[in-house]
């Protein structure tokens, strides 16, 4: 017998990802470490109080029947955290939960699009806002995210004759890969873009409580008139390290979320019991704790991107979400290459930008799982193997004081980038000029 497949499976080859995978798992077996930065697991262990409640409930054997719907205690507990957290106010028919956001914007398509119709994606952008809406047969049509627009998409470039016939827009900040933010201005500005071309927002908000340097996560749905055009997926995977059980939340607009509830009662029966019991632990853990858990994410971001400065190869710093992103190092043209030539010698192990889109090709993105001390020994082993040939920030001037350096004015003093003319802010490190 000859097996055929559909021809949407070409699309979903694993490619660098088996590879890598390969190296990794040799390195491995001949004894040698391997400094994981590759995928974004949390490495934190979830609270007490969620472990306790999965256990508590798991238990109970009238929990193994199906769930069939989202019960009133986790019905309060995301409306109490969507008010206590962003001030904004959910009534029980404008959520829903999800077997994770990532099932929910895999599947969220279905529920908004024909085959034709056009989504608006971003490049680079995280691999399941492409492959959901293709499962739907949509037009995909990608939104740059460039350094001279502060990566945040040129909503006014976008063509009349494009916009006529999108249905919805993904939008995500912080994002991943990019671990850039959005200012509240934008989506002031997006909302009634959206509203006038009667196209649907869908943000997913994965990564709010993971914001450094003093800045603040915020939800769509603070915005006046958010609720009109938009729906937002809230994730409990990173904010409380409740990853397998595979657990998120659909928020906003009611009638898109009424819509997306009758397709998902006809793919599955709920989520399980136990999980919404751990849900509900998640939602209702102290302020204190998801705080500490973002400054241990961003002392590690710190000594990765001032790590890997100091020995010359020019990563920014991140703004938000547990990874890191930048250039590969002067020298190097192939992102995939230059990984896979950085864990053989120095056993770091990270994520080609390739993968998440054309114009994250010559990037790398690096998850922030490892402790402090062990990022400042990877990035030891790569100084050490000679791979960082060439020092990237600009030759430091003397100042008046001359016990100090400071950059060409054409330079951020922060992170040595080049700025844009024009700006008032670095567009690599968000340093104000």
Known sequence: MELKFASRMKNYETGIFSVLNVMRNERIREGKKVYDFWVGTPDFEPSKAIVDAVSEAAKDPLNYKYALVD??????????????RYNVTLTADELMSVNGSQEGIAHISLSLCDPGDIVLIPNPGYPIFEIGPSLAGTDIRYYELLEKNGYLPDLEAIEDAVLKKTRFIIISYPLNPLCKTAPRSFYEKLIPWAAK????????????????????????????????????????????????????????????VQNFKKLRSQIDYGTFLPVQYGAIAALRSPEEDIQKQCEVYQQRRDALCAGLRDIGWNIPDSEGTMFAWGKIPEGYTDDIAFVKELVEKTGVLCTPGSSFGSLGAGHVRFALTLPVEVIKEAVGRIKESGMIKTQTVPVELENKTGTEKAAPKNFCTNCGSKLVAGANFCTVCGKKI
Do not use: M, Q
């Not at 769509?220 to 009109?228: D, M, N, Q, T, V």
């Open 197 to 256: 071309h009667n196209i649907i927002i869908v943000h997913d908000n994965a990564y709010s409580d993971i914001v450094f340097d003093g800045r603040k996560g915020e939800s769509i749905l603070s915005i006046p008139g958010a609720k009109e055009v938009c729906v937002e997926f809230y994730s409990l995977s990173k904010t409380y390290n409740y990853t397998g059980a595979r657990s998120g939340f659909l928020v906003g607009n009611k009638e898109i």
């Open 71 to 84: 019960i009133p205690e986790l019905v309060d507990a995301v409306i109490d955290r969507y008010k206590k």
